[in-house]
Nanobody, 125 residues
Framework: QVQLEESGGGLVQAGGSLRLSCAAS??????MAWFRQAPGKGREFVAA????????YSADSVKGRFTVSRDNAKNSIYLQMNSLEPEDTAVYYC????????????????????WGQGTQVTVSS
């Protein structure tokens, strides 16, 4: 059974940084991504990376602040989050897909069959 395990969430002051990690139990995905869900809101795409060529897709709301990266040897992706704002407070989920991805598909959560349990990120003002 495929497992995704996130880590790295926590409480940070506005302007601070956090780094999230997501380790996959196997390497059979075409892409992996980060989504987030704030209280009372729907799930929102944050960033994704295509495994074959490292192509990256990011939401406009995080461009210039968040960076997604991968480690092939560890079957892992990371989300470096800088200049955090209170609006970034949410549960962050790692997701993986075996389907083709592109800038059009990467943002759609129904393209991802595998999800982690989520990690809480809280940004205080």
């Amino acid at each position: 059974q495929v497992q995704l395990e996130e880590s790295g969430g926590g409480l940070v002051q506005a302007g601070g940084s956090l780094r999230l990690s997501c380790a996959a139990s196997e390497r059979s995905f075409s892409s992996m991504a980060w989504f987030r869900q704030a209280p009372g809101k729907g799930r929102e795409f944050v960033a994704a990376i295509r495994w074959s060529d490292g192509n990256i897709y990011s939401a406009d709301s995080v461009k210039g602040r968040f960076t997604v990266s991968r480690d092939n040897a560890k079957n892992s992706i990371y989300l470096q989050m800088n200049s955090l704002e209170p609006e970034d407070t949410a549960v962050y989920y790692c997701a993986a897909s075996t389907r083709y991805t592109s800038s059009y598909y990467a943002i759609k959560d129904d393209r991802y069959a595998y999800w982690g349990q989520g990690t809480q990120v809280t940004v205080s003002s």
